[in-house]
Nanobody, 117 residues
Framework: VQLMESGGGSVQAGGSLKITCKAS????????MNWARERPGKGREWVGG???????YYAESVQGRFTISRDFHKNEMYLQMTGLTTEDTAMYFC????????????WGPGTQVTVSS
């Protein structure tokens, strides 16, 4: 099982960015997958997730601005981020088998997103 995030970078406030999670060793549509982030000095937090049926769930802080999707053929999951603010600056991780209370799971190495004002 391997997860690899990509697509992070620097963007101006108000801009958009799409990051990718490439999964290997398992079908990404066969499990629930999640995005999490770690903001400077604030610890890790759940961003959103997609279940096996395709249902999507988001943290209140990103609801309406971020969209999760996945591609069965490419075995990838995506996080489309719009209306970015400096508060969205973080390392973003995709997570398999995420446990909401403990934050345990299989984490990728992350991709950095930096939003400047």
């Amino acid at each position: 099982v391997q997860l690899m995030e990509s697509g992070g970078g620097s963007v101006q406030a108000g801009g958009s960015l799409k990051i990718t999670c490439k999964a290997s060793g398992f079908p990404i549509t066969g499990v629930a997958m999640n995005w999490a982030r770690e903001r400077p000095g604030k610890g890790r937090e759940w961003v959103g997730g997609i279940n096996m049926a395709g249902g999507k769930y988001y943290a209140e802080s990103v609801q309406g601005r971020f969209t999760i999707s996945r591609d069965f053929h490419k075995n990838e999951m995506y996080l489309q981020m719009t209306g970015l603010t400096t508060e969205d600056t973080a390392m973003y991780f995709c997570v398999k088998e995420y446990e909401m209370g403990t934050m345990r799971g299989i984490w990728g190495p992350g991709t950095q997103v930096t939003v400047s004002s």
